[in-house]
Every structure is written in C-alpha cells, then in structure tokens.
C-alpha cells in the first residue's frame, strides 16, 4: 500500500505557485541535461573541435558569472524577480534554437557555438540569481530547505532522465536536432512561470544609492561572514576543477574510451543516480549529523572518490568513471541543499539578491578559469592528465571547510536566532561564540531551525541553484 504525503510534503505539493516552479524547474532541467550531451558532441563530432576549443566552449558558457556576476545582484535587487524569470528562459529559448537550423543549412560553425553559450550563459546568471532569490517570496522561511531539497531532487531526477534521452535523441536524429529539447524546455518553463500568481511588490531603491555601492554592500556581506566565507572559498576550489572536469569528459569519452553518444548518456544518467540520492537523503543527513556537519563532512567523505575519474578505461572499467561522478555528486547535492538553505535564511531579504550574486561572482568565476585550463591541459599532455588535475583539486575542496567555525558546529544559527551573526556579517572567525558545539540537537538550534531541516522530507516530493548546478558535473552553488 502507497504512503500517504508527510504534512510537510503535502503543504509544498498543495502549494499552487511552488508547484508551477518546481514542474518549470523540471522542464528546463531536463531539456538543459539533452544539451549536455548534444552540444559537446555537436563541437567534437560535427565540427571536430579540438580539446581546447571545447574548453573555450565551456568557458564561454561560464564566463558570464565574471562579466556581469557581481552587478546583476544589485540590478535584480531593484526589480521584480518572476517577470526576469520568464525573460530569461525566453532568450535561452531563442539562442538554443538557433542551433538546429543552423545546422541544418550547413553554416553551424565554433564561433555561432560561442556565442550562443555566451548569450545563455548571460541569460542564466540572471535567471538562477533572480531564482534563489524569488524562492523566499514563494514559500515561507521554515519550508526553505523543504523546498530546495525538492528543486535538487527535480534536478537530479532530469540528471537521470535527460541524458538517456539525449543520448538516444543524438543516435536516432544527430547531435544539433537533438537540441531542440532544450529550447522547448525552457518554453515550457517560461509558460509555466508566466502562470505563478505570486504578490511580489516593487523593490524600492535606497535614494542616493549607486549601483557601486549597493554592490559593494552585498559584497561585504558575504566576505564579512566567516561562515559564508568559507563556503564561498571551498565552493570556488569545487567548481574550479569541476569545470575542468567539464570541458574535458566528453573528449575523453569519445577519443580515448571511444562511447558512442548512447553509451555516454547511459553513463550520465547512472551517474546522476548519486544526485538523486543526495537530494532525497539530505534532510535526513542534516537531522542525524546537524545542518553544519553536513556542509563538511558531505565533501570529506565524497571527494576522495574523485581519483577513480583519471583510472576509469574502456569496457568495465568506464564503471569507475560513473561511479566516482555518483558518490561526488552525491555529496555535492547534499552540501548544496544545507548551505543554500542556510545563505537564504541568514540574508535580511533587501540583501538577497545581492548576496546570491555575490557567492556566484566568487564561485562560478572560477569556472571558465577551470574551463580553459582543462583545455589548455588536454591539448597538451591529453585528457586523463586533465582528469589526474581534476582529481587532486577535489582533495583540496574540504579544506577552507574544516579551517573555519564549521568544524566545531553541530548546526546553523538562522536569521535572528539567538547567537547568530548580525546581518552585518561582524562575527569572526575566531570567537566560536555564534552557536554551540556538539550539543545536542534540540539544545543549540532553535525551533525554526529545526523546523527547517526537518522540513527536508519535502525533498521526497519529486516531479532537482535549479538552484544552479551545471549538467551532471559536481558543480555547487
């Protein structure tokens, strides 16, 4: 007999405008992990591109974090956050189509590839800065981590899902018309989004502010507060070689352990399997070990895994590839889920978008600097020597983690909870004093904290920062 809904997981299914999110979420998603097949393959197989210009590709999908990463905050800070959303997907819509007929009519070429992952790329720094801040207006502060365990578990189910899909689309129609999932997906969540019936009243701007100022504010928050400062630090390292990760798998996959595009999407999908798993387990890792503990130890445990990446070879052996990309991915999604849900909660909502800005300035910036030296590393001493790279960047990524107050915390202090930061971000590092340590759980959080994580079972409520995580690379927020 099937279980009933927890009332937690009933309140965010019953919720009409999350519901549209997340299934918008679930569209883009899944047409997005096509791309992740198609587009690779079109640069390789199509046009034969070399390893760096696939690195150069990757770049230019990333590089929009570091060009207009730290001003977006600030500009969303001042506008309505659901009719950017709807905009972006419209754009990301429109660059992603022009893909196929290109193709088509035999004028595809590396610099159209550039530019459309720029022009993407642009478009989805200001969707997933406006997303993570949008989320506080949809649902209620003590359903945060509820709900993003559910968008991470809707991401990690089209990380399953897409891939197959795409790497069956890519052998039955070819890589470019493959990409026509992804321009529909993001359609279907531009009309989904467009349906969310959310009062979402007009920023007004401070008088007198600049843009400069205002982004400088939401920079000073995120490096005065030790604790974001070392999540901002390790995310970096993470996304840094993840990105070099990225710009290198599929040339390695095709050329060196020569999969087809069926085999390579049947390793994605199982691969993502460990996404999934952290999604659903996440709340109840962050309940068993504390919300603190999991932001840590979920890389302690997981990055060493990333070693098997480099040893992975034809025929078996390319098991190990998917199940270093599970076991990384595992923890990736569960780190992400505790410290997204921490950064919203801690934020004063005036600061929201700023702040997400900020973190990804600091941590997607890294990943076209990950991307061309992936590239720069393949081309001149091949693949696997990139992925021996990759592997021992991950062992790095724990490190700011256990250097900072996180390693003596149990759990989290939230926006206003006795003992927390100020939202000026004035703690140090050194003072221990914000929560206590390794006490019992229901002695150092307070009840919305508690009822935060424990509102993580909604993570179960399927249909995966999304927040913003790239592909099915351990890419975090």
């Known amino acids: 007999m099937n279980e009933m809904p927890s009332p937690r997981q009933a309140r965010l299914l019953g919720h009409r405008d999350f519901r549209l999110l997340l299934t918008g979420a679930a569209a883009a998603q899944t047409g997005s992990q096509v791309t992740l097949v198609a587009l690779p393959l079109v640069a390789v197989v199509v046009l034969d591109a070399t390893p760096f210009e696939v690195g150069l590709l990757t770049a230019a999908e990333t590089a929009a974090f570091l060009l207009v990463g730290l001003p977006a905050g600030a500009w969303l800070d001042r506008m309505r956050k659901l009719p950017v959303l709807i905009r972006a997907d419209v754009v990301r819509c429109l660059a992603v189509g022009s893909i196929p007929p290109a193709a088509a009519l035999g004028v595809l070429t590396m610099p159209q590839l550039y530019l459309v992952a720029l022009v993407t790329g642009v478009a989805t720094v200001f969707f997933d800065v406006a997303h993570q801040s949008f989320l506080p207006a949809v649902l209620p502060r003590e359903q945060l981590v509820g709900g993003n365990g559910a968008l991470e578990t809707v991401r990690s189910s089209a990380q399953i899902a897409g891939p197959g899909l795409g790497g069956g689309l890519v052998q039955l129609l070819g890589a470019p018309l493959a990409i026509v999932a992804d321009a529909c997906g993001y359609l279907a969540s531009a009309l989904l989004l467009a349906r969310i019936r959310v009062e979402e009243p007009r920023p007004e701007p401070a008088p007198g502010r600049s843009l400069r100022a205002e982004v400088g504010e939401g920079v000073r928050f995120v490096l005065g ?56 387990c996440a709340g109840h890792l962050a309940r068993w070990v504390g919300q603190a503990r999991l932001i840590w130890l979920s890389t302690v445990v997981t990055a060493p895994f990333a070693v098997l990446w480099p040893l992975s070879g034809g025929g078996a052996a390319v098991v190990l590839f998917g199940l270093a990309s599970g076991v990384v991915l595992f923890g990736a999604v569960a780190y992400n889920v505790a410290q997204v849900s921490f950064r919203q909660s801690v934020c004063p909502p005036e600061l929201l978008g700023r702040m997400n800005a900020t973190m990804r300035f600091l941590v997607w910036g890294t990943l076209p600097i990950g991307a061309l030296g992936g590239g720069i590393v393949a081309d001149a001493a091949g693949p696997r020597a990139a992925l021996w790279l990759c592997a021992v960047g991950f062992l790095l990524v724990p490190v700011p983690l256990l250097l900072s107050p996180l390693r003596r915390m149990r759990e989290l202090p939230g926006a206003g909870a006795p003992g927390a930061e100020e939202a000026t971000g004035e703690a140090t590092a050194t003072t221990g004093e914000t929560v206590a340590v390794d006490e019992a759980p229901g002695e150092t959080a307070t009840a919305r904290e508690n009822a935060a994580v424990n509102d993580a079972t909604g993570a179960t409520v399927a249909a995966g920062p999304a927040v913003e995580q790239i592909a099915a690379s351990p890419t975090t927020h």
């Open 225 to 280: 507060h030790p604790l974001l400062r070392a999540i901002a630090t390790a995310t970096a390292v993470s996304n840094l070689f993840a990105a070099v990760l990225m710009a290198v798998q599929t040339v390695f996959w095709v050329r060196v352990l020569d999969l087809s595009p069926g085999a390579i999407g049947v390793l994605l999908s199982t691969s993502a399997v460990g996404g999934l798993a952290g999604a659903l």
